[in-house]
């Protein structure tokens, strides 16, 4: 039980096509675009769909046009943006603006 209960309150930025597109959607407009970006950096082709599914036309224009730069992030400041949206998530759904998948969810 007390795994199950830790495993729901560990979320990465690799879970973010679990959540809800509501939530999803809560992420992406509470969180600056360029942070997003940063973190998408290194992402597969389909989180990247995802996450920028869920933002606002413009907002997924300039992120678009950022992400085809090929200028390089380090991969420090990479990591560090996914562990700011991680803690965004996670933050978020303490307060109740957006629910978390169920264990079960995570477990599959």
Do not use: C, H, W, Y
Not at 35 to 62: F, H, K, N, T, Y
């Amino acid at each position: 039980e007390d795994a199950r209960i830790v495993r729901k309150m560990l979320f990465k930025f690799e879970d973010l096509p679990r959540l809800s597109a509501r939530s999803l959607g809560v992420v992406v407009e509470r969180l600056p675009v360029e942070r997003i970006v940063i973190a998408l950096r290194d992402a597969s082709p389909a989180l990247q769909e995802v996450v920028l599914g869920a933002m606002a036309p413009r907002a997924r224009r300039m992120a678009e046009s950022e992400l085809k730069n090929d200028s390089p992030s380090p991969a420090k400041a990479v990591t560090e943006a996914k562990r700011i949206v991680a803690q965004a998530v996670l933050n978020l759904a303490s307060t109740g603006a957006i629910e978390l998948p169920n264990a079960v969810e995570n477990e599959s």
